[in-house]
């Protein structure tokens, strides 16, 4: 057994040393734990490694408190990934992509191919029972039926603000959210069954849109799929005093999207006083801004 281990710093750190934080880690006072804390953090990524065995210790304070450090540097991990991803794509990235590493820089056990394939599932259940030739209203009603009757999805009137709103993740777990995400399982759906539906972000809330050459729907996903018509959209802006623009009945780019979901965690944690979240989300939205 090696008697050292490098640290982010390339030096060594001692074995004797390691030990001794780790029995640290096992300590409850309150007041240990935070200094502790700092110093493994401050040794970089590769104390993850020799934490990671503490994960399922018997100790419960040990457990816990490696569990967390583990899960900060993960996130670092992901967060970089999202960052990159948002630098390197441009306004038509994958949104599905794109949210579900969002969604691993707040839940670094995040497994993103059991939720790809749960909105696989989905789409396979509706074309199993979709009549061939089927119109775009019967069409649309079929996906209404099956996420908003069968699986229960539903928009999150009574816990508006709650940030797992706007994690993809979390909204598939849940089968709630709020209007812009549930608008997002819709059209990631929508997506695997070949159907031409778009977002429409109006201002103060968000719909999605099927069109062809026959016919024109907007659905409000927030209210089980309620279906709409261009006319309601106009009534809608007009009953909230916003200006009357071509702009809020285009199609939102996945990009812009995606940067309408973290303005909306950005405000959240604005609103909760959350100023480590505040400022991981000003880098995403710099990010997505270039």
């Not at 949104?95 to 691993?104: D, Q, T």
């Not at 707040?106 to 009549?131: G, K, R, S, V």
């Not at 159907?195 to 927030?222: K, N």
Request: charge should be neutral; aromatic fraction near 8%.
């Amino acid at each position: 057994m090696n008697s050292s281990i490098l640290q982010s710093d390339g030096k060594a750190l001692p074995e004797s040393e390691r030990s001794a934080l780790i029995k640290l880690l096992g300590d409850d006072d309150p007041a240990v734990y935070p200094v502790i804390r700092r110093r493994i953090v401050s040794l970089g990524p590769p104390a993850a490694e020799w934490l990671r065995p503490h994960l399922l210790s018997d100790d419960p304070v040990l457990r816990r408190h490696a569990t967390d450090i583990v899960n900060h540097f993960a996130r670092i991990s992901a967060d970089n990934a999202f960052l990159g991803y948002c630098l390197q794509h441009g306004e038509d990235l994958d949104i599905e992509k794109g949210s579900l590493l969002l969604a691993h820089t707040q839940f670094p056990e995040l497994n993103p191919a059991a939720y790809t394939a749960l909105l696989d599932q989905y789409a396979a259940e509706i074309h199993e029972h979709l009549p061939q030739a089927a119109g775009a209203e019967a069409t649309l009603g079929h996906i209404n039926q099956h996420l908003f009757t069968r699986l229960g999805f539903r928009g999150n009137e009574t816990n508006y603000y709650d940030p797992a709103n706007s994690f993809l993740n979390r909204v598939l777990d849940r089968r709630t959210g709020n209007p812009i995400n549930l608008c997002l399982v819709y059209i990631l759906v929508a997506r695997r069954l070949g159907l031409p539906i778009v977002g429409i972000g109006l201002p103060g809330h968000f719909l999605c849109r099927h069109q062809t050459l026959a016919s024109e729907f907007y659905i409000d996903a927030f209210d089980r799929g309620k279906l709409m018509t261009k006319a309601d959209c106009v009534q809608y802006l007009v009953r909230g005093n916003y200006d009357l623009r071509d702009e809020y009945l285009a199609p939102v780019s996945p990009r812009r999207m995606l940067t309408r979901i973290c303005g909306n965690l950005h405000q959240i944690y604005l609103r909760e006083g959350r100023e480590e979240e505040m400022t991981r989300f000003q880098r995403y939205l710099v990010a997505l801004a270039r």
